[in-house]
């Protein structure tokens, strides 16, 4: 494999060269632009990586996690058919100024770039995306393994082990996403001593929406998330076996209206009333195991009990679009390989932000073979983009 970096031309027109970008589809130049000037990190003049291109850079490099930095960039470059090597002076990109102009840029570009670009998808007509009229959402968090540096350690922590600690430091990723298409709307990063419940309460309030339906798992509950949650959003959260839920009234369907207390302050606390729906599954192994819904949804005519039940395990699907973060994306290479928390933070956004391109052109492609989004292969996908992006461009030819 060639370690070559290529040469930038002395002077060409970035916008001119992104317009047209696959990753630019989904982050149009305009918006770059105008997140660079809003973070004041926007180039004051041509350089070796101007800020604009570096932006797309780190998109791209989460796509080629198994080359060097340098080959990558040869990578996206290779076919400017408007390179003149021959005519050029002597700068060149190496892994140094890659890192250098990296570290410059810090990680609240992507971050920022990532709040304007991570949006629902589905329109109302796409299959599996909506229930009663509702966007169905679902909440999930993961872990990301780190590089084992003392700096990153120190910041994100790791997760300990029978015979001490693990083998890499860890981030905590939370995710909120649209389970009909896979597109992930809003993320939260931190270190792995964060909970998932602290990292929802930063994330819920800017990206829930009043048209959404959303689906989390037991661990995400508590009285004041689902309170100011439920305030914005329909909810279908599983909750733990130990909440008290008092039968209030028992409906048809066998679902019942109850109220949920604050525990650390339940004489002064205002009660919420909720609806609660039991159901047992029983396994191979014929173990049962007892799920308590809790739902904003009252009507059981118009949701039954039975269709909530059903509809709650598609919250595996969360499960299966981190999957598609974590191992879709990487092949057999490693997941983060920046050496700084800010990198591995700008690193993240730039993985989040590829994802949501490769989702975005799988509901696209879906859309115009009329199918269901889940019927495409997201590895496949992957393969396609990484072998096409170097041939029609990740930055297109300048004409």
């Known amino acids: ?24 589809l989904v982050c149009p130049v305009e918006l ?12 004051k003049r041509e350089r070796l990586l101007p800020a604009i291109a570096l932006v797309y850079f780190i998109m791209a490099l989460t796509l ?17 058919n408007y390179l003149d090597i021959s005519s050029v002076g002597a700068q060149k990109i190496c892994k140094a100024s ?13 971050h920022l770039l990532a709040d304007e670009v991570l949006s629902p998808l589905a329109s109302p ?19 990301l393994d780190l590089p084992d540096e003392n700096e990153i350690d120190k910041y994100f922590g790791r997760p300990s082990s029978r015979s001490g600690e693990s083998a890499f430091p860890q981030a905590r990723l939370l995710a909120l996403l649209e389970t009909g298409t896979h597109a992930i709307t809003g993320a939260e990063i931190g270190p792995y001593r964060t909970s998932e419940v602290k ?26 998330l689902w309170n100011t949650s439920s305030e914005i959003s329909n909810l ?62 009252f009507d059981h005519k118009i949701s039954p009990a039975e269709d909530l039940a059903s509809l709650y395990h598609e919250r595996w699907e969360a499960e299966s679009c981190l999957g598609e973060v974590k191992i ?9 390989r920046s050496k700084t928390p800010e990198l591995i933070k700008q690193e993240i956004w730039g993985l989040l932000l590829t994802h949501f391109a490769i989702r975005s052109l799988m509901y696209k492609a879906s859309r115009k073979k009329k199918l269901d989004t889940d019927e495409l292969s997201f590895k496949n996908s992957v393969r396609i983009i990484k072998r096409k992006l170097p041939h029609i461009a990740a930055f297109p030819p300048f004409t």
């Open 98 to 110: 890659i890192s250098q102009a990296r570290t410059k840029l810090g990680s609240d570009v992507m």
């Open 199 to 224: 990292l929802a309460k930063r994330l819920l309030p800017d990206k829930l929406q009043s048209d959404m339906l959303v689906l989390a798992d037991r661990n995400f509950y508590s009285y004041h």
């Open 328 to 336: 879709g994306q990487k092949g057999f290479s490693t997941l983060i």
């Open 125 to 143: 007509s796409q299959p599996g995306a909506w229930f009663n009229g509702l966007r169905v959402m679902a909440l999930d968090g993961t872990t």
């Open 32 to 43: 770059v632009e105008e997140v660079l000037e809003k973070t004041g990190k926007n180039s």
């Open 1 to 24: 494999m060639s370690r070559h970096p290529h040469i930038f031309p002395e002077t060409f027109t970035m916008k001119e060269l992104l317009s047209t970008s696959i990753l630019a």
């Open 236 to 297: 279908l959260w599983r909750v733990k076996s130990n909440l008290i839920l008092p039968v209030d009234k028992r409906l048809s369907d066998g679902s019942y209206f109850s109220k949920v207390y604050d525990s650390r302050n339940k004489i002064n606390c205002v009660p919420i009333k909720v609806r609660v729906i039991e159901y047992t599954l029983i396994d191979s192994e014929d173990q049962n195991e007892i799920y308590r819904l809790l739902t904003t949804l």
């Open 64 to 80: 080629w996690r198994e080359m060097p930095t340098e080959e990558v960039y040869r990578v996206i470059m290779e076919d400017l």
